[in-house]
């Protein structure tokens, strides 16, 4: 293993942040895989997880078994690490500006296209090789000018010519469940069957520019920008969310990492046979996971879990009006997979409380949280 550090440039005088990055195997070797935790850098199961995992790695390294190329990225934001407000930490946006550390990703698709205008053949991994060259041109042409954009720019251009891609993060409470593009669907049901996965999210284009996303959306415009030309499906590229916010353990996290040697393994960055210990996940559209919001301020008592498959118009539990004793339902908004909760016992009326994901898309446009 060989570690790799990248300063970012910082934002206020006498304060410096750093990158860590653990590269595994050889270098240029394909697979590429990349995976980083802490990105939203409250959400600490990846963290761990990736910790056991670099354990696994380092001895599979010692046994020649590391035939692709791995790169980890124990802790991807020590900027929002370092975000404490009110004994609280506050790792999902940045402070200065509010942005959320998953959006804002650059678009590398217009700038690259201009440079394979008249360039692609008609072979598909040929074409492949000149969008990933093209790809790493608009990404060196990007320029920072905060800490966070500088951030962004380091982690890609650690991450943007991987062949899987994977961020790690974790809901508030739930039941493990991924993002994916439509573009691999052989690998995100494998990633579903290592993993344990109850469900995936498969949209091409969620809006916000993700981490994920950033690294899957190029590759489809430049194929719609090039029809003529055939060009492979490009990377897989996932957001996995590790269960919630407290399913922080060591038993837990050996799990996952063992189940992510699992998936290195099938999908040949490591050496072996792998076989998947989990049935297949649910497959279902992102525009299908609708939202429950609160009825009125309170409290909030639920009485379905994450992993309940529950009916449209189920009540969920309730929101109890504290000084009136007014109690009102939460209820399902479609029929389907009750995914996740929101990690507060306490709402404000109009609030979001908690996911349910369904077959039928419900909605458009921009499809993630801020
Ligand atoms: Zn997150």
């Known amino acids: 293993m060989t570690p790799e550090t990248r300063d970012l440039p910082a934002d206020s005088p006498g304060r410096a942040h750093r990158l860590t990055c653990l590269r595994y195997g050889s270098p240029g070797a394909r697979p590429k895989v990349y995976l980083q935790a802490g990105l939203h850098a409250d959400e600490m199961p990846g963290v761990l997880t990736l910790q056991h995992l ?22 991807a934001n020590p900027i929002g690490f370092a975000q404490w407000v ?57 320029r920072a000018t905060t800490e966070v954009q500088a951030l962004r720019l380091a982690l890609m251009g650690w991450s943007h010519d991987a062949d899987h891609v994977l961020d790690i993060h974790c809901d508030h409470h739930a039941v493990l469940h991924l993002y ?31 981490f994920d996303e950033a690294h899957t959306a190029p590759w489809a415009a430049l194929r719609r920008r090039f029809p003529d030309h055939p060009l492979t499906s490009g990377p897989f590229s996932t957001t996995l969310e590790l269960r919630g916010q407290f399913d922080v353990d060591d038993a837990t996290a050996a799990g996952d990492a063992a189940n992510l040697m699992v998936f290195l393994t099938a999908i040949g960055a490591l050496a072996g046979q792998a076989a998947p210990a989990h049935g297949p996940g649910l497959h279902y559209p992102l525009g299908g996971a609708l939202e429950c919001f609160a009825p009125q301020g309170g409290v909030v008592s639920w009485q379905a879990a994450p992993g309940d498959m529950v009916a449209e118009g189920q009540v969920l539990g309730h929101v ?26 306490s709402c404000l ?3 979001g409380l908690a996911h349910v994901a369904g077959p039928e898309p419900g909605r458009d446009g921009h499809l993630l949280s801020d």
Not at 325 to 334: D, G, I, N, S
């Open 349 to 351: 009326a109009g609030q």
């Open 320 to 345: 109890t009006h504290p000084m009136t004793r007014r109690r009102l339902p939460v209820t399902a908004p479609c029929a389907g997979l009750l995914f996740r909760l929101e990690l507060w016992r």
């Open 180 to 210: 994916a593009s439509p573009a691999r669907p052989e690998v995100t049901d494998l990633l579903c069957r290592a993993t344990g996965s109850a469900l995936a999210l498969v949209q091409e284009v969620s809006g916000g520019n993700a």
């Open 86 to 142: 009110q004994h609280k930490p506050q790792g999902r946006q940045d402070l200065e500006s509010m942005q959320n550390f998953n959006r804002g990703y650059p678009d590398l698709a217009p700038r690259a296209g201009d440079a394979l205008e008249g360039r692609l053949t008609g072979d598909a991994d040929q074409n492949a090789a000149l969008v990933r060259a093209a790809l790493t041109e608009a990404l060196a042409a990007e």
């Open 54 to 75: 670099a354990g696994l790695l380092d001895a599979a390294e010692a046994a020649g078994q590391v035939t692709g190329e791995i790169l980890l990225v124990p802790l």
